[in-house]
């Protein structure tokens, strides 16, 4: 298995551009998440989905767009890039939906700069 | 809002030595707690989780240790290699949250040859 895989691993953009940060697992895992790391800061949830068709809200979620088609992929789209949006972008994974104590597996994340 | 925080944000010891790293959490519903380990440009990897019905779990070279009393939670290498040097991170989670997980800052350790 692949595990959690995340394309692409670095990016630059201008502001106002637009941009799909892909996400994909082959572990069949039903909950998958996107992160933002900054420096100083853990793990901010932007938005996380229990299954396929079905996505919500995290934490920070303003500013970007997520759809989950399908259970592997879980496409985080930024709609028109901000500079508050450089940062480090993680997707992870989870077993099952809405379960409590299942382990998060990370992808190796994206990093992206927006000018 | 829910707050991880860890004590130290920066941790040096000397190969071979024990490492402990703390870390408290401020929700005491929080009962699933992760310890990740995090390398330069790399994504978190999962080292050691801990219900909130156990007080200690042992790993390969790793005891976390968990005080619900003082909502504090604490992770220990032993014998630690220059391969520990990373950003650890604990990360709480509550029953009725299901999958959703907080995370605290880091803290960074180096190790010393």
């Known amino acids: 298995n692949a595990g959690v895989t995340q394309t692409p691993k670095f990016q630059v953009l201008k502001t106002g551009q637009s941009m799909t940060l892909q996400c994909a697992q082959d572990m069949n895992h039903e909950y998958m998440s996107w992160y933002r790391q900054d420096p100083g800061m853990g793990l901010r949830l932007i938005h996380y989905s229990v299954g396929a068709g079905i996505t919500d809200q995290g934490e920070v979620p303003n500013g970007y767009n997520v759809s989950r088609s399908t259970t592997e992929d879980f496409p985080l789209r930024l709609l028109s890039a901000a500079p508050s949006q450089t940062s480090v972008y993680f997707c992870?994974?989870?077993?099952?939906?809405?379960?409590?104590?299942?382990?998060?597996?990370f992808g190796p994340g994206t990093r992206l700069t927006v000018l | 809002g829910e707050s991880v925080g860890l004590h130290l944000p920066t941790l040096s010891v000397q190969e071979g030595d024990n490492s402990i790293i703390n870390c408290a959490y401020s929700?005491?519903?929080?009962?699933?707690f992760i310890w990740y380990k995090q390398e330069s440009g790399k994504g978190p990897q999962f080292i050691i989780d801990?219900?909130?019905?156990?007080d200690k779990r042992q790993g390969q070279r790793v005891t976390v240790l968990l005080n619900k009393t003082v909502k504090h939670l604490s992770l220990q290498i032993a014998a630690t290699q220059p391969g520990d040097s990373a950003v650890y991170f604990c990360a709480e989670n509550m029953r009725n949250t299901g999958n959703q997980f907080y995370f605290g800052t880091g803290t960074s350790l180096t190790v010393i040859p």
């Open positions: 929700n005491s519903a929080s009962d699933y």
């Open positions: 992870a994974s989870s077993r099952l939906a809405g379960a409590w104590g299942d382990t998060q597996y």
């Open positions: 801990i219900r909130s019905n156990m």
